[in-house]
């Protein structure tokens, strides 16, 4: 039979046995007759018995050796009972060692000091064997169960400061990752109020080639880690296609495929777009699902622009489309976003800041971005927790970025200002009447950038086969496997000229950028048409083989750089480079 | 935009001259010049005077060839300028004709 049973899980690692064979009690009785006959008792069970006859001698050997349970004389030369279990519980710290007071007293009082010291428990002299290990199993049970409860404690701990620290490293690989767009651009004011570490809200600026700006404020459902997964593929996206010269509309679409691809259904992105024309001193502005934008101006004068859309995620691709709403960037015009952690902050005594005093703090003063943060914090209080992700963030058209943003690689300024977008728009009557568009077009590029012979006519065919595939696709709905054979070749374009004649709808965008390279320039043509599109996914890589039809693309994919159709099919897009 | 068909002396050579852009508006003209021919005869496509070639273009060249007997066709495309041989290989059309 062993000794008191000892549970398994009692934080072995935290102690170096010092008896293989048992627990260590501490024997502590001014009577040798005493400590002789608890020695023997204690022994009997396989525990080793370290004995001492005063209360200092008692902490002393507490001090030096490994105990794990205490019987303690109350009277004892040089240091009593109580005093040595003060100081014996003192020195065990956070450790449960338990202590057992033998005493001949049976007065209230006493037992009461008892307890006070520290002492776990007592017992009256002259005590029965029987009793004195019953006592000392118990309390050793005691102590095991503390000693669990305070090893999950620990673990707990543990695992907590490790979520902290491996939280700490996403956060600042999220705010590399994110911050890919640009942080800090002039006329975009951003105040952003994490709930927790990591931030499911998203605030994005970023210029165009063209010189117009895209922010981008987001709010994805959640908090925390599980909010701010998607802030990167957002932040990425949002910034290389704005980068590489997208509309927003376009930035829009892809971002909707990408979150709808990546993200689980409940998980999505409430968000609202912002395009800053300078030229043409116009926003256009997208809100899918974020609490209506305020677009304020001196004295006070608010208009809204509520959600007129589905968050980001939701909808499939074919099915998604941004509404844009378009503003004047006149009269000190300015633009608040915010998202509902701001609008829905609870105050101290638990009511909402709600979007009626954020419009009411937006229009009193000067400066609306100020007056709202100014009127938020008075609103919580100084000691308030956020309980969602908060964001603000006001865009101040009038202001030029395009000198001044830091984050941006800078282009050189003589590029910038060489390069130019010619546009010709065909609505139906110019359709129809049109001899040569793209002779127009061409003798236009031609005045802006002379070009040489060798790239006026792949140039051209370019533009032509772009421009013939958007009419007769596009518009007139024309199916190229008709060229099949001659009769079909025929017929193909007899009903062309048919269909065209009798046109009344319908429209093809022709717009050509011109970016001035070293020694010569690229062309990126963009041709846009009203039609459907068709499954551009499908298109062969080269057009080769012997059918009469289906070589527009290929001629095309052989002169460019690159070519790429957009959205449902119903834009091209071709980069010419020499 | 016209094109002007020579039959050559000994009759076994038919040549067509296509002047100005060579696109889908000349569909019905090019077809026209060949489509009564008698099977056997061999072509000359003149393009020295072609001053614009597009892919609808390309496609009546290969009606043409069919018109002449497919693969067994005996067609020539000459006096392509610099820029027209360019769209004529990026179409791999000189595994189907001879250009000169």
Known sequence: MPGYPRLVHAAPYERQAPCPGGLQVLIADDDPTSRAVLRALVERHGCTALCAADGQEAVERFLSEEVDLVLLDVHMPRLDGYEAARRIKEAAGERLVPVLFLTALTGERELVRCVEAGGDDFLTKPFSPTLVEAKIRALLRLRDLYETVRRQRNDLDYYQQRMEQEQAMAQAIFGALVSGACLEVPGVRRWLRPSARLCGDVALACPTPDGQLHVLVGDFTGHGLMAAVGTVPLAETFSSLTRAGAPLERVLEELNRRLHRLLPTGLFCAAAALEVDPRYRVVRIWNGGLPDLLLWRPGGVLERAPSQGLPLGIQPPQRFRAAFRTVAAEGGLRVLVHTDGLSEAEGPDGSLYGEERLARAAADGADPFQAVLEDLQRFLGPTAEASDDMTLVEVDPAISWQDRCGCCPKRPAREAAEGWTLTLELAAGALRQADDPVGVLLAGLERLQPLEEEHREPLRTVLAELYANALEHGVLGLDSAWKRDPEGFARYYEERGRRLRALTAGWVRLRCRFEPRPGGGRLVALVEDSGPGFEHAQVPASGSGQLAHGRGIALVQGLCRSLRYLDQGNRAEAVYEW | ?100
Do not use: W
């Open chain 2, 1 to 100: 935009m016209t094109v002007r068909a020579v039959l050559s002396e000994e009759g076994r050579t038919k040549v067509l001259r296509v002047e100005g852009r060579f696109d889908f508006n000349m569909h019905r003209e090019f077809r026209e010049a060949y489509q009564d021919d008698p099977p056997g005869l061999a072509y000359e496509v003149d393009l020295a005077d072609a001053e614009y070639l597009d892919s609808s273009a390309l496609g009546m060249l290969l009606l043409l060839r069919e018109h002449a007997g497919g693969d067994g066709a005996r067609v020539r495309l000459r006096g392509c300028r610099p820029a027209v041989r360019r769209i004529l290989e990026i179409a791999n059309f000189h595994e189907l004709f001879e250009i000169a």
